[in-house]
């Protein structure tokens, strides 16, 4: 096998578990070729060459392994999420193993399946026009906020410096936030919204009643609790209901679904996508793109995910048969 290995020196706690995956991996024959960045280097500059491997390996956080996907979108090139940030929510609602050699040994098994991406576009306050992919979720406000918040103590505090951001602002301010829903207008008041194509988020907590990245379409969800204790009870009581029986409540949570969305917001709002808290802030556009992203997965992710006869077998296993 050939693997492309993109390693982002600078997300998570820099452990380095990306080399023993390398030693655990390589056998007779492979080649692995590991690219490097701290930020300094675009991603995406160490990815042009991709079709010239079987599989890309992105190991860091979401904002890596979505930045590789997304340029790698409706190539059918396999991207296998190698989970070395602080939350690694897409490993999390890909049920993907934590450790380097049952990574390596699930990568040999060459299971992939197809999900939908998306895409958010807005303009950065320099003026410039941005486009960017992500695989979990974007939004603006309260989130963005708690993104923003958590950054200085992540390495210290791991996914537990998302929840102590939420706490030190429990009165966000509130927006009057309009939404294009597929050419249908909505308005809505509240301190943020979430785009969501993965529902799930730390602590096992889902923000959406069904995890459906493979639908072709976007959940949107308005937080609308008017301060963070009472949004945070209603999200606490998704995560505990695991028949995704919980009911939206209109005082905390209101969810919609669309294709394309575009959020204007009065006062405006800080975006974020997958964790990258953007240097712009409302209004913005979201759209789907169905089937884009084609992972390395578990058989604990087919099951949840899959239908039949949509997992496939990568190239390189009729090659070791």
């Given at each position: ?120 576009e807005f303009r950065a306050d320099d003026g ?194």
């Amino acid at each position: 096998m050939k693997l492309l290995v993109l390693n982002n020196l600078a997300s998570g706690y820099g452990e380095g578990a990306i080399y023993d995956f390398v030693r655990s991996f390589a056998a007779d024959g492979d080649e692995v070729c590991l690219r490097s960045t701290d930020g300094t280097t675009e991603l995406e500059s160490l990815i042009t060459d991709a079709r010239d491997f079987d599989a890309v390996i992105a190991s860091g956080g979401d904002g890596t392994v979505t930045a590789a996907a997304y340029s790698l979108a409706s190539t059918g090139i396999p991207v296998m999420p190698f989970p070395a940030g602080t939350a690694n929510l897409l490993a999390l609602n890909l049920a993907a193993p934590n450790e380097p050699h049952a990574l390596a040994k699930m990568l040999r098994a060459g299971i992939t399946l197809d999900f939908d991406m998306a895409e958010i576009e807005f303009r950065a306050d320099d003026g410039d026009s941005a486009k960017k992919g992500f695989g979990i979720m974007a939004g603006a406000g309260y989130d963005a906020t708690i993104m923003k918040g958590a950054q200085p103590s992540k390495r210290l505090l791991g996914p537990m410096a998302y929840f102590s951001a939420a706490l030190a602002n429990p009165l966000p301010p509130t927006s009057k936030i309009t939404l294009t829903l597929d050419g249908e207008t909505v308005e809505e008041e509240g301190l943020g919204i979430l785009i969501v194509n993965f529902s799930k988020i730390q602590f096992d907590i889902s923000v959406t009643n069904k995890n459906s990245p493979r639908d072709g379409l976007l959940d949107i969800v308005v937080l609308k609790a008017g301060n963070a204790f009472g949004l945070l009870p209603a999200l606490f009581a998704r995560a505990i209901d695991h028949e995704g029986n919980f009911k939206d409540s209109p005082e905390t949570i209101e969810t919609f679904q669309a294709r394309e969305v575009v959020v204007e917001a009065d006062p405006p709002m800080q975006i974020q996508y997958d964790g990258e808290v953007a240097k712009a802030t409302t209004p913005f556009a979201a759209r789907i793109l169905p089937s884009a992203a084609r992972f390395v997965v578990s058989e604990e992710c087919v099951e949840l995910f899959g239908a039949e006869g949509d997992a496939k077998l990568a190239p390189w296993t009729d090659r070791e048969a």
